[in-house]
């Protein structure tokens, strides 16, 4: 089990890796099942994995549930984050749906997926994401989630929170890479004691558009001994955010949170921010946010 964390405002640690169930695991149909995806999820608890990231908008909380269940985890071992997007409005009753789906009493963490329906805010039934967000404060206080923050939110967002926020968001989860280095909104999050959680960390050896990041990743790994997905996730961390990612590759899962025992240097984690500089990738929620 990895003991890799960070500290969010109000105190809690956070496991610095999370295993991710969006992207590749991502499902139209609610209703249906993914045995793979139960068995991955298992496979991830195995490799060493204590935090499990999931959401409504991914349709995946049923096959988590069941693979905590099966894998026999202890709820107090566990991290558990979920989010919700498209029932914001119903979102008190969504959530315990999402708990039931899940079965377990309490998750870890509770996200606003984004601020955006249609590249719209909130303003809908119910009230504007002000009022979503003190109806989230309200699930913290029912004891439901331990912590409550954000995902895909831009400064503009985070600040009409901050604006009435009695608890404020701990953490901002967005897509976070060396060719998204979003570096005012990391500021701006840094300012003001939110963590980042980046998605999608490994961008750099998916998505080779220039190659630059990869040339500088396989250098690193030769000289630490590591993957070039073992330095990218330890770059991610080492910039201060919790890194989300998946595989349904046993060995990659246990890379993944095999990265405790070595540092990059401050000239090396600069050196691959630098070869991201200059070439923008971003992979999801493009219509919605500007980069």
Same mark, same amino acid.
């Given at each position: ?26 499902? *139209? ?10 068995? &991955?999820?298992?496979? /991830?608890?195995?490799?060493?994995? %204590? ?16 693979? !905590? #269940? ?15 997007? #498209?029932?914001? @409005? ?6 315990? +749906? @999402?708990?039931?789906?899940?079965? %377990?009493?309490?998750?870890?963490? =509770? ?22 967000? $003190? ?15 954000? &995902?895909?939110? @831009? !400064? ?6 901050? *604006? ?9 989860? !967005? +897509? ?19 963590? !980042?959680? /980046? =998605? ?35 770059? &991610?961390?080492? #910039?201060?955010?919790? /890194? ?26 600069? $050196?691959? &921010?630098? /070869? ?6 971003? #992979? ?8």
């Amino acid at each position: 089990m990895s003991n890799h964390t960070v500290t969010v405002s109000n105190g809690t640690k956070v496991p610095r890796v999370a295993y991710g169930t969006g992207t590749a695991w991502f499902k *139209s149909n609610a209703n249906e099942l993914d045995q793979k995806l139960i068995n &991955s999820v298992k496979d /991830a608890i195995k490799a060493g994995f %204590v935090h499990i990231d999931t959401a409504e908008m991914y349709n995946t909380e049923r096959e988590v549930g069941e693979a !905590i #269940k099966q894998s026999g985890i202890k709820r107090d071992e566990l991290f558990l984050t979920t989010k919700i997007y #498209k029932s914001l @409005q119903t979102l008190e009753d969504r959530f315990d +749906e @999402q708990l039931k789906d899940l079965q %377990v009493d309490f998750v870890d963490l =509770y996200l606003i997926h984004s601020p955006y329906v249609n590249s719209k805010k909130y303003h809908g039934p119910g009230g504007d994401i002000k009022e979503y967000w $003190k109806r989230m404060e309200k699930l913290v206080s029912s004891g439901k989630t331990k912590s409550i923050g954000v &995902s895909n939110f @831009q !400064i503009e967002h985070l600040k009409e929170i901050l *604006s009435i926020a009695t608890i404020k968001p701990v953490v901002n989860q !967005i +897509e976070y890479h060396p060719y998204l280095l979003q570096e005012d909104l990391i500021k701006f999050c840094n300012d003001n004691d939110i963590k !980042i959680e /980046a =998605y999608s960390p490994l961008t750099p050896l998916t998505d080779k558009k220039g190659g630059k990041v990869e040339a500088v990743v396989n250098e690193l790994g030769e000289k630490y001994s590591k993957s070039p997905l073992q330095i990218l996730l330890k770059w &991610s961390t080492q #910039k201060g955010a919790v /890194a989300v990612t998946t595989s349904s590759k046993t060995d990659r899962l246990k890379e993944s949170v095999n990265i405790a025992d070595f540092e990059l240097t401050n000239e090396e984690l600069e $050196k691959i &921010s630098d /070869a991201g500089r200059g070439t923008t990738i971003r #992979k999801y929620w493009a219509d919605d946010i500007s980069n």
